[in-house]
């Protein structure tokens, strides 16, 4: 394959030098020529930027890292764009997490009210980007690593853009599976089923055979210490659900937890602040340790395989989030569902899934009408639409709840809801 040009649309993130080693170890996968950094945020994308061409100068990679502030120019003839943006920063994610606990409702910025309220900031803001890269280059791909992954993939496949959506969560269980079993990533196999950030691991493969019974007995405690969960649910159910689950299976817990200690956007605004330090040190030329406490761990590693996959047309499976079309029967098929998908140049067809147990199966057909209703309030506005969606979440659900957040979640975002 020849050398690509890729463009990151939200390239001033502490995220991005992660995304950046990869590129720089995986080139042999990915031969990217030129590498365009694109974010408003001029004073972030100088230190990123500056840290992007060590870190490539230091593994010897013969890449060319441009940033800009100007969309357009910065999309113009990419072969993909990787969009990792988030609308209102950190400020507004705060406010995600706290103002719906206040209800005693989960606070959390990819699910419940919160989620609601960043799929609403961000989905307009997304499918304008979308339509302006398809003007400039309508070949591109959108690798969409921006939450709520779902329903923003779901935005712009109903759009029509060429999109496929990416979350870490999939690779992130391969790479601590493959760990405990001291076999190479590459030879574990998930049977990982579900919608983003709502995902269970129901069979975990080497050599084609399933350990997942094995990997539960011999490291429950293990697992069910990552996800904050019991070993005995673990084992009860015999799969190993996403630590997403934790908001379904153990709310009021989760709500107890959070109303003692700060947000997690507090916690990640300390650490960006100490991140964009070191990245202004000339010295720096990889990236820092603490970057793996900022979450998106592989990140890098899955985001060059689906790019490849889908610009060499290699024809593997990953897991991605892609259209159901039929792969979970009880859905529509313009659903976004997150399985294990052969990726091509025509996209992410998922492959066949085993029925499912209606324990999984009815909790992800009622996300799916939520996250349907999400879409019709990011994409037409209106209290009413607002009030339906947060009703329709298993998280929220009732009348009084679902009034006051509809309520807390306009006052909260109206700077970024035109139609507020």
């Not at 490539?56 to 013969?62: I, T």
């Not at 591109?140 to 496949?157: E, K, M, Q, S």
Request: aromatic share 6%; charged share 25%.
């Amino acid at each position: 394959m020849t050398g690509i040009k890729l463009a990151v649309v939200g390239g001033g993130s502490t995220y991005t030098p992660e995304l950046i080693d990869g590129f720089a170890r995986l080139r042999d996968v990915l031969p990217v020529e030129e590498l365009v950094l694109v974010d408003p945020a001029a004073d972030r994308l100088e230190l990123v930027g500056g840290l992007a061409r060590r870190i490539f100068a230091r593994q010897g990679h013969p890449g060319r890292i441009t940033w800009t502030g100007d969309l357009d120019a910065g999309v113009d003839g990419a072969d993909a764009v990787l969009l990792q943006l988030r609308v209102g920063g950190q400020a507004a994610r705060n406010e995600d997490e706290t103002w719906p606990l206040e209800c005693g409702c989960v606070g959390q910025e990819t699910t419940g009210a919160g989620g609601l309220a960043k799929a609403l900031r961000t989905v307009p803001v997304v499918l304008d980007i979308a339509e302006r890269v398809r003007r400039r280059n309508p070949d591109a791909w959108i690798v969409d690593f921006t939450n709520p992954v779902g329903i923003v993939t779901r935005a712009l496949l109903t759009a029509g853009h060429k999109a496929v959506g990416l979350c870490n969560v999939a690779i992130g269980f391969q790479r601590k599976f493959a760990r405990l079993l001291d076999v190479a990533p590459q030879d574990v196999q998930l049977e990982h089923v579900g919608l983003n950030h709502l995902t269970w691991e129901r069979a975990v493969r080497v050599g084609g055979e399933d350990v997942l019974p094995r990997l539960i007995a011999e490291h429950g405690d293990a697992i069910a210490a990552d996800l904050h969960m019991p070993r005995t649910l673990v084992e009860r159910l015999g799969v190993v659900p996403s630590y997403y689950l934790r908001y379904y299976y153990q709310h009021d817990e989760v709500v107890r937890e959070l109303r003692t200690k700060p947000s997690r956007a507090a916690e990640v605004a300390a650490m960006e602040k100490e991140l964009l330090a070191m990245y202004g040190d000339p010295a720096l030329d990889e990236k820092p340790e603490l970057l793996g406490k900022r979450g998106g761990a592989f990140y890098s590693e899955a985001a060059v395989a689906l790019t490849s996959s889908l610009l060499r047309d290699t024809g593997d499976v990953q897991v991605v989030n892609a259209l159901n079309n039929g792969t979970l029967p009880f859905l529509p098929d313009d659903a976004v569902i997150e399985v294990p998908a052969t990726v091509g140049a025509g996209g992410a067809a998922p492959v066949p899934v085993r029925p499912l147990e209606p324990l999984y199966a009815g909790l992800i057909a009622h996300v799916t009408a939520y996250e349907h209703l999400a879409l019709e309030a990011a994409l037409k506005g209106g209290r009413d639409r607002v009030f339906e969606a947060l009703l329709a979440h298993p998280l929220v659900g009732q009348i009084e709840y679902a009034d006051r957040l509809a309520d807390e979640l306009l006052a909260h975002n109206r700077e970024h809801l035109a139609w507020a």
